[in-house]
Nanobody, 115 residues
Framework: QVQLVESGGGLVQPGGSLRLSCAAS????????MGWYRQTPGKQRELVAR???????NYADSVKDRFTISRDNAKNTVYLQMNSLKPEDTAVYYC?????????WGQGTQVTVST
């Protein structure tokens, strides 16, 4: 069974940075487009950033120029570097394929941006 395990979340002050990681197993990782998604209570999960197998990237307008998605196919890992964090970035962050597969959702990692 495919496993996607997110890590790297935490509490950070506004303007700070975090780097999220997502380790994939039991998946032919390098052929998939991957995405980072986030969800806050009462809202639908939204796509934050995505990356093709060839590392072409795309970002939601709300995070453009602040977040960077990357991948290391040798390590079956996708990353999300988040800079200049804002309180509105507070959410649980998940990785999945793009488009997402229902059965692949993991537990996510909580990111809280607050003073």
């Amino acid at each position: 069974q495919v496993q996607l395990v997110e890590s790297g979340g935490g509490l950070v002050q506004p303007g700070g940075s975090l780097r999220l990681s997502c380790a994939a197993s039991k998946i032919i990782f390098n052929i998939y487009r991957m995405g980072w998604y986030r969800q806050t209570p009462g809202k639908q999960r939204e796509l934050v950033a995505r990356i093709t197998s060839g590392s072409i990237t795309n970002y939601a307008d709300s995070v453009k120029d602040r977040f960077t998605i990357s991948r290391d196919n040798a390590k079956n890992t996708v990353y999300l570097q988040m800079n200049s964090l804002k309180p509105e970035d507070t959410a649980v962050y998940y990785c999945n394929t793009y488009p997402p597969e229902y059965d692949y959702w993991g537990q996510g990692t909580q990111v809280t941006v607050s003073t």
